[in-house]
């Protein structure tokens, strides 16, 4: 233990074994894997008693087969077993997940004390060889030594990539032995996995590796299972299959009267996205299989509610049956890192839609799960991710979602204020939104009661202090997706001004976003993840009150950068000085490299808020 406290100096744990050995079967017309799992944690300091509760999870896909858990504690050098006797089983129902057959088996190693270790064995079987999981290398406390091995039979080609791994970190070596060969990945003495605000996920930036079966021999026949995107596809096609064989009367009488007086194939795919986006509710279900398979149409018409799947080929149809062409849609989501170039799994996407081709070489996606995007946008977390089309039975394509540019998600604030009483502020104005900043704010409004929406609204206009109150607000377009989503608005705010003598002095930067938003160099490590790029625009006009005249006019000021940039201007016209702000973030993963250059944008940002206006008292 004392070795350990030394190497890994400040830790409350480290993995002295983090391992898992898998053996590969062809059994029948499949291939099966046998995952024996490994885990002993050695306890360094009395605060690594919150790593006593732990959990399995199961599925369809990775069957528990057996679970051994035990606490070894120190006793005359060796170690006394203290078995886990209490394990509970439940389905691990996700938010916003209707059903899933994840099941998870949860226990608490006892007597977790420093020096102990804490062990857990369990077996897995994975009845379907393609829907394997990857190997982390690293976890949340340090890990002495990591290990991945794969037994196969020689007629069964493993594949296998590293993604996160620095140089030289893991070793890879291939032994065969008689009827079999042996895979076999190590990484020793890895750290605890970093931790920081709005990262992406872990698999950015986690050391892992993704195994596949590339082929085998199966029935006597060659056969092969995944390695490319035409491997993938043909797994995938299956799932679509047997789709709609029957049509349905009901769906039809549906669309029909949706295409009246709709003049151009466009229209008729708006009018489509948005009855689906409006009339059947997003509801995730996984279950084993059902998880790749979609319903069919007319059953999801029926029901009005689906998944991402039963959505995508809803509308995928519904657009047949009014006569025009769309493509059902494989992608992943940007929680996932990968591209079908370097990978092919179906770890690599976990997400459906439906692909319009408005003109020849460009797609418009149809995401019908993101209630409130405009067509033309695909949904925000599809942003710059490969799209897996399916074009027939036998034939797809890939191609680039695009990440909508700054200039796309506009809020823009308009507004006038002026003075109230000796230190406050009273204003009106509107604020008005467009992109995924409406997409968001539409979110947060819906279904709301008149107390909720009055807090949210009040949250969403806040500026200057906490002693902001919204007098009246009116909110128009909510559910209009191709309009702005505005918000009429009256405010007060108290104890904003200051006076000095004859002087008045107000920040007309209500707003200070950005400003004080410098990054840590020294102890942020990982990337900081963005929804989306986005501008802002805001125009401020401040009513000079009678009897005062400028002292002093903050400075124009602007600084443009790849990654975020602003401009403020100030100008009086007449009884009134204007100020004009933009604000745009133009970087949905700003990696470390450009965390300096953003620290100085921000730097010069901040300066820039501080700059008051200054009024004085006219003499008499």
């Known amino acids: 233990m004392q070795q350990m406290q030394q190497q890994y100096p400040g830790e409350k744990a480290v993995y002295l074994d983090y391992r898992q050995d898998l053996t590969v079967e062809v059994k029948g017309d499949s291939v099966q894997v046998l995952a024996r799992h490994h885990y002993d944690m050695l306890h360094l300091a009395p605060q690594s008693v919150a790593y006593a509760p732990d959990q399995v999870y199961s599925s369809y896909f990775n069957r528990l087969q057996k679970l051994e858990a035990r606490t070894l504690l120190p006793a005359n050098n060796d170690y006394k077993t203290v078995k886990v006797t209490d394990f509970k089983n439940k389905f691990e129902m996700r938010p916003g997940v209707f059903f899933d057959d994840v099941r998870s088996t949860s226990f608490s190693y006892p007597a977790v004390v420093p020096g102990a270790r804490t062990v857990a064995d369990y077996t897995t079987r994975h009845p379907d060889g393609r829907f394997l999981v990857p190997f982390n290398f690293a976890s949340y406390v340090p890990v002495r030594h990591a290990e991945l091995t794969i037994t196969a039979p020689r007629t069964v080609k493993i594949s296998a990539k590293l ?62 299972l995944l390695g490319g995107i035409s491997e993938l596809y043909t797994l995938y096609s299956g799932f679509i299959a047997n789709l709609d064989k029957k049509e349905d009367p009901a769906l039809h009488r549906v669309v029909d009267s ?108 149809l995401d019908a799960t993101s209630k409130y995007t405009p067509f033309g946008m695909p949904s925000w977390m599809i942003q710059g991710k490969d799209a897996l089309l399916s074009l027939d039975a036998k034939n797809c394509k890939v191609v680039s979602v695009p990440v909508m540019p700054k200039e796309r998600n506009v809020v823009v604030d308009v507004s006038q204020v002026a003075l109230d009483g000796t230190t406050g502020l009273r204003g009106s104005g509107q604020l008005a939104l467009d992109g995924y900043p409406k997409v968001r704010q539409s979110y947060a409004l819906d279904g709301l009661d008149k107390t909720q929406e009055s807090k949210t609204i009040k949250n969403l206009l806040e500026r200057g202090n906490n002693k902001f109150f919204v007098d009246t607000y009116s909110v128009q377009n909510l559910d209009a997706r191709d309009k702005s989503l505005t918000i009429d608005y009256e405010y007060r705010l108290q104890d904003y001004v200051q006076r000095l003598d004859d002087e008045i002095y107000v920040n007309l930067n209500l707003d200070q976003s950005y400003g004080t938003d410098r990054i840590d160099v020294a102890k942020r490590r990982l990337s900081r993840f963005s929804d989306y790029n986005h501008t802002t625009r805001t125009r401020t006009e401040f009513e000079i009150p009678a009897g005062y005249d400028i002292e002093h006019l903050p400075e124009n000021v602007q600084t443009q950068d790849a990654v975020l940039g602003f401009s403020i201007r100030y100008e009086r016209q007449g009884n009134k000085i204007v100020q004009e702000k933009e604000l745009y973030m133009d970087c949905l993963l700003l990696e470390p490299a450009q965390f300096a250059q953003w620290n100085t944008v921000v730097d010069k940002l901040g300066a820039a808020y501080r700059d008051v206006l200054i009024l004085k008292k006219k003499k008499a």
């Open 163 to 224: 993604f996160q791994v620095p140089t030289g970190k893991v070793s890879f070596s291939k032994q065969e032995k008689g009827s079999t060969v042996i895979y076999r990945w190590v990484a020793d003495n890895l750290p605890a996995v970093p931790r920081d605000e709005n990262a992406p996920e872990s698999d950015y930036y986690v050391p892992h590796v993704v195994y596949y079966l590339e082929e085998a021999v199966i029935g006597g026949q060659p056969r092969k």
């Open 258 to 365: 949706l295409m009246v007086g709709a003049k151009t194939e466009q229209e008729r795919v708006q009018r489509v996205y948005y009855w689906v986006q409006d009339h059947v509710r997003y509801i995730a279900f996984e279950n084993g299989l059902r998880g790749f398979i979609p319903n069919d149409a007319g059953q999801v018409y029926a029901k009005r509610y689906g998944d991402c799947k039963d959505m995508a080929n809803l509308t995928h149809q519904m657009l047949r049956l009014a006569g025009v062409k769309s493509y059902l849609t494989w992608i992943g989501t940007r929680d996932l890192p990968y591209h079908y170039a370097e990978l092919a799994t179906p770890g690599v996407d976990n997400h459906m839609i439906t692909a319009y081709e408005s003109k020849s070489g460009e797609y418009v996606f």
